[in-house]
T-cell receptor, first 118, second 113 residues
Framework: GAGVSQTPSNKVTEKGKYVELRCDPI?????LYWYRQSLGQGPEFLIY????????DSGLPNDRFFAVRPEGSVSTLKIQRTERGDSAVYLC????????????????FGPGTRLTVL | KNEVEQSPQNLTAQEGEFITINCSYS?????LHWLQQHPGGGIVSLFM???GKKKHGRLIATINIQEKHSSLHITASHPRDSAVYIC???????????????FGKGTKLSVIP
């Protein structure tokens, strides 16, 4: 069956530009997570959706970052006025149920989008 | 916030060797995950455990809740085991029902034929 997919796989942009990163979770998974992984580091939590709503957005670094999941499936991570420090791999994961309902559900990860800000 | 430390950062082993990767964390947790990340980014969950020991094939994971420590062992290592192994802890925060995963930096394992 289809896993989590992310598009694009690579994105190169210039400083100051706006970017959108897309995540298609596994069908039927109600929870969706965004993480950011800088070179040589482990993933860092950004935001978690339960259905259409952001259940926890405490990991978003500042107001340039925003994410939506309008119909409870596909999610888009939006970054405004990109900075060189935003360069990283952005990972998306989904799980059958959310952390509040069932913290022990396995998260299935997508391949990531490598964002490079020049 | 939970601090997760992994050791070693890098590990090179000869094929067939027994490998141990360690993970320590600072605050009590609900569960601990071991993940495998291959070049290109794909992350796969290997284990989730909250006590004791789990075994899957040549992989064994143990956790000591009192000592806030977990180990991942690989027996009879093989070049295809070469990957980054990441420890992630699930802990609750700011009241009931709020959980978050905190990840270690990973251990890069290279198994040489």
């Amino acid at each position: 069956g289809a896993g989590v997919s992310q598009t694009p796989s690579n994105k190169v942009t210039e400083k100051g530009k706006y970017v959108e990163l897309r995540c298609d979770p596994i069908s039927g998974h109600t929870a969706l997570y965004w993480y950011r992984q800088s070179l040589g580091q482990g993933p860092e939590f950004l935001i978690y959706f339960q259905g259409t709503g952001a259940a926890d957005d405490s990991g978003l670094p500042n107001d340039r970052f925003f994410a939506v999941r309008p119909e409870g499936s596909v999610s888009t991570l939006k970054i405004q006025r990109t900075e060189r420090g935003d360069s990283a791999v952005y990972l998306c994961a989904s799980s059958l149920a959310g952390l509040a309902e069932s913290p022990y559900n396995e998260q299935f990860f997508g391949p990531g989008t490598r964002l490079t800000v020049l | 916030k939970n601090e997760v430390e992994q050791s070693p950062q890098n590990l090179t082993a000869q094929e067939g060797e027994f490998i141990t990767i360690n993970c320590s964390y600072s605050v009590g947790i609900s569960a601990l995950h071991w993940l495998q990340q291959h070049p290109g980014g794909g992350i796969v969950s290997l284990f989730m455990l909250s006590s004791g020991k789990k075994k899957h094939g040549r992989l064994i994971a143990t956790i000591n809740i009192q000592e806030k420590h977990s180990s991942l062992h690989i027996t009879a290592s093989h070049p295809r085991d070469s990957a980054v192994y990441i420890c992630a802890v699930l802990s609750s925060y700011s009241g009931a029902g709020s959980y978050q995963l905190t990840f270690g930096k990973g251990t890069k394992l290279s198994v040489i034929p």
